[in-house]
């Protein structure tokens, strides 16, 4: 009788709302650093709170928001800024075809165009490293508490600009990274051939960023260039195992996104 | 800046970046199966991060050497398998260290 009933409370273990919360909580810490440097930066630049609120609230990137507020506040045009935000953002597509492959049955529809806002990097990375199918509730969970961390976060910033002294904005602006490498290099680390396409991509990167002519294509536009392009040469080179069922594997395991902050 | 310009921008931006995402996650509704697909699937959050963090970090302050103690130190936390927050925190922790020594070092020597 124990037996069965323990057998069947873990055949229903799903993942859901609370595991979704549960894993958010380390991005929404990290995503209120990160958005508290942008609002913090609005402010300097020009803009009020609550107009890099509304930004952080509608848009949930960083980079793409970094980019629109400068464009914004130079002055620039309505299809520079869609452009601007169509090419740095586009990372967003393949992480949207590739999560696309992870979710249940139910996962779809009106779900997807709804729930479909939430993908970040960060939510994208966790939810893709989990085992199991990703569940509508489960990723709603996941996106919640980073939504509010990311809005809050660049709220924060905004009011307290003039209270913050200087030279803490110059820790500020590196955690974004840190959070970047914290993803990659557990994963490169146990599977070499990530090594080796992550370090083509930095290579390509580096070009973009220090040879002439090169050098002057625009941020996204590179980024675009050098992660798809090395992710195709790492298919070309190191394909990865065929896959019966038609499933993706799992793109890095929860306990090395979440490391030591899990207990 | 002006009101309407701001709330036109803001529209502009987040339908771009909405549909950016929304639309393939909408429209996707068969598996993949191909291979070079799955495979180019599997890199890519790896590459894009990586294309977006190198070299970009070693500029994310005013200083060069704070930044690139701050990357340090994120690399060898990240090694040594700690998580999201505590190596983004403490590669922020080290950068800011670092640059208020070299702050003082400027301003006392």
């Not at chain 1, 509508?136 to 709220?155: H, N």
């Not at chain 2, 970009?56 to 927050?85: E, Q, R, W």
């Not at chain 2, 190596?87 to 020594?101: G, K, P, R």
Request: proline share 3%; charged share 10%; with cysteine.
């Amino acid at each position: 009788m124990w037996r069965r009933l323990s057998y069947e409370s873990e055949r229903v273990m799903k993942l859901g709302f609370k595991q979704g919360l549960n894993h958010g909580v380390p991005i929404a810490i990290g995503y209120f650093f990160v958005s508290f440097a942008f609002g913090l930066t609005g402010s300097v630049e020009g803009m009020d709170w609550w107009q890099t609120m509304l930004i952080s609230m509608t848009n949930l990137t960083s980079a793409g928001q970094f980019a629109g507020m400068k464009i914004m506040l130079a002055g620039g045009s309505l299809v520079e800024l869609a452009l601007s935000q169509l090419v740095i953002n586009l990372r967003y597509s393949l992480m949207a075809i590739s999560l696309s492959q992870k979710t249940d049955a139910k996962f779809r529809g009106i779900y997807r165009w709804i729930l479909g806002f939430g993908i970040t990097d960060e939510i994208y990375g966790v939810a893709a490293g989990q085992k199991e199918e990703i569940s509508r509730s489960y990723f709603f969970g996941l996106m919640t508490l980073p939504y509010f961390g990311w809005a809050f976060g660049t709220m924060a910033g905004g009011l307290l600009m003039r209270v913050v002294p200087n030279v803490v904005l110059q820790g500020m602006g590196i955690a974004l990274y840190g959070m970047f490498i914290a993803i990659v290099v557990p994963k490169a680390k146990e599977d070499h051939h990530v090594l080796k396409v992550c370090l083509l991509a930095i290579v390509f990167s580096g070009m973009f960023t220090y040879v002439p002519i090169l050098n002057k294509v625009s941020v996204g536009v590179s980024i675009i260039i050098c992660g798809l392009g090395a992710a195709i040469l790492g298919a070309v080179f190191f394909p990865i195992a065929p896959i019966d069922d038609g499933e993706l594997p799992t793109v890095e395991d929860r306990e090395t996104v979440m490391g030591g902050d899990q207990a | 800046m002006n009101i309407n310009a701001f709330l036109l921008g803001l529209l502009v931006m987040s339908v771009v970046t909405y549909l950016v995402r929304a639309v393939p996650f909408g429209l996707m509704q068969k598996k993949i199966t191909n291979r070079f697909f799955c495979s180019v699937l599997y890199y890519i959050p790896y590459t894009v991060l990586s294309a977006m963090t190198f070299p970009a970090i070693l500029t994310s302050t005013s200083s060069l050497h704070a930044s690139v103690c701050g990357m340090l130190v994120a690399l060898l936390l990240a090694y040594k398998g700690k998580g999201l927050v505590r190596v983004a925190f403490s590669a922020a922790l080290a950068t800011l260290a670092m640059h208020v020594i070299l702050t003082c070092i400027h301003e006392f020597l």
